[in-house]
């Protein structure tokens, strides 16, 4: 369902337009520095987990110089991480455009502005150093199965596991290292790649990360037995190897990491399904036809194309976004009664 907030509909706070340091904070207390901005809902894959297969959806993009404003006034409020995604941000035109811009806001806001980019990887290669280039900062690829009928299968796209592998290895030669890999574990489907993803980072270098599948997906794959808790893939990987758990790399981190005995190869396990970390997020989304979405599993977006639309300054556009940052949802209820899954996929939201 699509809520549209015209600012006098969300009643003024004095708390969300009086922040002494000027940040975005919602009602429980928690600062908003994370954004994650999808360019296009367009996909080249269609991973059987994430996708029906049938094509026929409309699409929906703004133009990038919408985007590219849309980041400056988000920086100004404080936010320090951006990441750009999809649908696949690299069938984005302009998408090197929009990295150079938002670059820029490095000089203007936050020297240590964070811009990373989560791809499929299938048009990384040739990309991997204009990326570098425009000001991309790190790189995250998904990759479900490391080997390449099992990779195929998923993806619905032929010869797909050798072009992600050339262009995750074409991103750590452009300077994009450590690239992270994520992949997302579904009971009976590739649970069976744990150990071979183990051996997959100490070889190549990169960060493994596990997700927990979460109920996203355009059609019914979803159940809790589906899920493979994190407690289950850390003794798999013992037993490969035995695991060394890392420090967390900053308050709001979430993943739990680790790496093996002798310290080759980096693991993450992301859990927020049967470890839900919502008490520490530090994110909102845009989803590639202009709403804000507070939480994943939000039942309604907030319309901020549709206040640029009618004229708003920068300004107006700061004040709204604080009072529906405000607003963030407490937490998800997966796998409580009554859970209602969002009425956009994961391809829709912007992963
Ligand atoms: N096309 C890009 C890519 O493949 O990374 C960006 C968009 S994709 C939707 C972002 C991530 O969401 C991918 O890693 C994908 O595996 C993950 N994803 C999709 N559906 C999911 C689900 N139901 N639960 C957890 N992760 C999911």
Not at 21 to 30: E, I, Q, V, W
Not at 255 to 275: C, K, M, Q, Y
Not at 278 to 303: E, N
Request: net charge neutral; with cysteine.
């Amino acid at each position: 369902m699509l809520s549209i907030l015209e600012p006098e509909q969300l009643a003024p706070s004095a708390a969300a337009d009086a922040e002494p340091d000027g940040r975005l904070r919602d009602s429980h207390n928690r600062t908003i520095t994370d954004l994650r901005l999808s360019v296009t809902d367009r996909c080249n894959y269609r991973c059987v987990y994430c996708r029906t297969g049938e094509d026929g959806t409309q699409y929906s993009e703004l133009p990038i110089a919408d985007y590219a404003r849309i980041l400056r006034v988000f920086v100004s409020l404080g936010i320090e991480k951006i990441r750009l995604t999809g649908g696949e941000p690299l069938l984005r035109q302009g998408l090197l455009d929009l990295i150079r811009e938002t670059a820029q806001l490095r000089s203007d806001f936050v020297p240590s502005l964070d811009i990373a980019l989560t791809t499929n990887g299938h048009l990384l290669a040739p990309l991997a150093r204009p990326l570098r280039e425009a000001g991309l900062s790190r790189i995250t690829v998904s990759m479900d199965a490391v080997d390449s009928e099992t990779f195929a299968r998923i993806t619905r796209v032929p010869g797909s596991f050798e072009r992600v592998r050339d262009g995750i290895r074409a991103a750590q030669d452009a300077g994009l290292g450590p690239v992270k890999v994520n992949c997302v574990l579904m009971r009976g489907f590739n649970d069976s790649q744990i150990e071979a993803f183990a051996e997959f980072s100490r070889n190549e270098g990169v960060i493994v990360r596990f997700i927990e599948f979460m109920p996203l997906e355009e059609g019914r794959t979803w159940a809790p037995e589906t899920v493979i808790p994190m407690d289950e893939i850390v003794a798999r990987l013992n037993a490969v190897r035995p695991l060394v758990e890392l420090p967390p790399n900053h308050l709001s981190e979430t993943a739990r990491r680790f790496t093996f005995d002798d310290g080759r190869g980096e693991i993450g396990i992301i859990a927020p399904v049967s470890r839900p970390f919502c008490g520490h997020c530090s994110r909102v989304r845009l989803t590639s036809d202009g709403k804000v979405r507070t939480c994943l599993f939000s039942q309604s977006d907030h319309d901020l194309v549709g206040l640029m639309q009618r004229g708003a300054s920068d300004d107006d556009m700061r004040s709204w976004i604080r009072r529906v940052v405000e607003r963030k949802e407490a937490r998800h209820h997966i796998g409580e009664p009554g859970f209602l899954k969002p009425s956009r996929s994961m391809v829709h939201i912007g992963g």
